[in-house]
């Protein structure tokens, strides 16, 4: 629809924060996969486990906005 007017029209950023702390210092588990072409470890998939390194256990990811 043309609003936007930079990078590849998502509309909105987002921030992945714990739904217990509300802190973004949150991981999850993911395969990464070699790139040739980059020369660096591309990610390949994502899983549902996260970790929230603030609370030093597992975390439900909570998306809110920028
Ligand atoms: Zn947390």
Same mark, same amino acid.
């Given at each position: 629809m043309g609003a936007g007017t930079e &990078?590849? &029209?998502t509309a909105e950023k987002v921030r992945m924060v714990c739904s217990h702390c509300g802190s973004d210092e949150v991981t999850r588990d993911a395969w990464a996969a070699w790139d040739p072409q980059a020369q660096q470890w591309a990610l390949r998939a994502t899983f549902d486990y996260a970790f929230c390194h603030r609370c030093m256990t597992d975390a439900r990811i =909570? =998306?809110?906005?920028c």
């Open positions: &990078g590849n &029209g =909570e =998306e809110v906005p």
